[in-house]
């Protein structure tokens, strides 16, 4: 990202990103372990970088200008000034001088962090918000700009690029397992777990599940299950919203891509960030292949299950898959001998899951206790007898009583309201040129 940056500030920002070509090789590395070449190479590289950072942009267009003789017109990068680049790290940094302080400290912060979530006990929702933690790429970028020789921050530079995140997944937070490769996911959904009502219980359950998959626990692979409409898929990508900035990562898996699941764990098992692999609306039909790539996932198989990943399903169906009557073993039909063995394999799949939460149907209360929720959260100023009688023949009218129901209708009531707003300053102008 460019907009509104200095040539200045674009060249630091590079400079200091995580996905340089020498990350893979100072990773896990102290600058005592680096051959002296490959020292020599960064410092010389670094008097490189500074001499480009010194450079005036608009001088490069007159000189192009001139060798093509006037014929094109060129226009300087511009941008906000150093005094502005300084006050945008100062915002990250409290310390731009000092990148290994920073460091430092960005490091016991995490350390205290995992301790802090291996004591507790039960689940708590936080009070307040975490206070920041310190930033140490703004400080490096801070203190290049303040050193007249850059070779000087060598060290500094080693040490940030050995501990820091890298890669995909320092960027971004939700992907989809596409066409064999973790496709981004720019636009996430932004449904946070505050903007979620009712079905207390398996919401409590699935949180406390993924605080010990962040602490570093072994946590369950969970099935979600019940009605349609009650808000299973919701919760799951709430969770991204929720502690994203604690390292947790989404990854869409769609049943069609079940096979990969192998390939994508494997992926994943060396990164530091913690994975949940969400599939949706999860079911299967007979002899369906995907069957067996989940369960060798959820076993693990001969391969170790890693302890940063785990699977979270939704599904309409408790035993995922699609049951018949005729299923059912019967002597006169004198076909498979051990018949039920096969009944059980297929209903017992859904035991492969260590924690299967059900979601009802919502009932009257649920559902209104949802739509007094999300009209609290949209600020609809309006009665609460009127709001219960319209839900309430909303869902006569619509898909039935659930949450999906309910954030339809508030949707539609706040639409309704925007335009009914609009409309008024309109009606009262002509009212008046008629008076």
């Not at 790290?89 to 301790?115: H, R």
């Not at 769609?254 to 060396?270: F, G, N, T």
């Not at 209104?368 to 009218?397: C, K, M, P, S, Y």
Request: proline residues 5%.
């Amino acid at each position: 990202m460019t907009a509104g940056q200095s040539w200045g500030d674009y060249l630091l920002d590079r400079l200091v990103t995580v996905d340089t070509v020498l990350a893979p090789v100072l990773k896990g590395k102290t600058i005592e372990q680096l051959p002296s070449a490959t020292i020599a190479a960064i410092d010389h590289d670094l008097r490189a970088f500074q001499q480009l950072w010194q450079f005036e942009p608009s001088l490069a267009c007159q000189w192009a200008q001139e060798l093509a003789g006037g014929a094109i017109e060129l226009v300087a990068w511009s941008g906000p000034g150093a005094d502005s680049e300084t006050k945008l790290d100062s915002l990250d940094a409290s310390d731009p001088l000092d990148v290994s302080d920073q460091l430092d400290k960005s490091d016991q912060s995490n350390e205290s962090d995992q301790s802090n979530e291996s004591d507790q006990a039960n689940i708590t929702e936080p009070e307040t918000k975490p206070e920041t933690k310190p930033n140490p790429k703004a400080a490096l970028r801070a203190q290049l700009r303040n050193l007249d020789d850059w070779a000087t921050a060598t060290p500094a530079l080693v040490r940030y690029l050995a501990v820091a995140d890298r890669g995909q997944f320092s960027e971004s937070r939700a992907f989809r397992w596409r066409s064999g490769q973790l496709v981004p996911v720019t636009h996430p959904d932004p449904i946070d777990l505050p903007d979620l009502a009712g079905y207390d219980g398996p919401k409590a359950q699935l949180i406390q599940n993924t605080e010990f998959l962040l602490a570093g626990h072994r946590a369950l692979n969970v099935l979600l299950y019940g009605a349609r409409g009650t808000g299973k898929s919701s919760l799951v990508k709430a969770l991204l919203s929720a502690y994203g900035d604690r390292g947790l990562r989404l990854v869409e898996v769609a049943k069609q891509e079940l096979d990969h699941l192998p390939e994508i764990v494997d992926l994943l098992r060396s990164a530091p960030q913690k994975f949940i692999l969400f599939v949706d609306d999860l079911s299967f039909e007979e002899d369906d292949e995907a069957f067996k790539a989940l369960k060798v996932c959820l076993e693990g198989g001969i391969t170790e299950r890693p302890k940063n990943v785990v699977v979270y399903a939704t599904s309409n169906r408790r035993h995922l898959v699609r049951e018949y009557f005729a299923d059912r073993p019967r002597p006169s039909d004198a076909d498979e001998v051990q018949s039920w063995d096969t009944v059980q394999e297929k209903l017992s799949f859904a035991d492969r899951f260590g924690l299967t939460l059900t979601f009802e149907a919502a009932d009257q209360d649920t559902y209104l206790e949802i739509v007094n929720h999300l009209a609290d959260l949209a600020n609809l100023g309006i009665d609460r007898a009127e709001l219960r009688f319209r839900a309430l023949q909303w869902a006569t009218r619509h898909n039935g009583r659930s949450g999906r129901t309910a954030r339809q209708f508030i949707d539609f009531l706040t639409a309704e309201q925007a335009l009914a707003n609009e409309a008024a300053p309109s009606a009262e102008a002509s009212e008046a040129s008629e008076a």
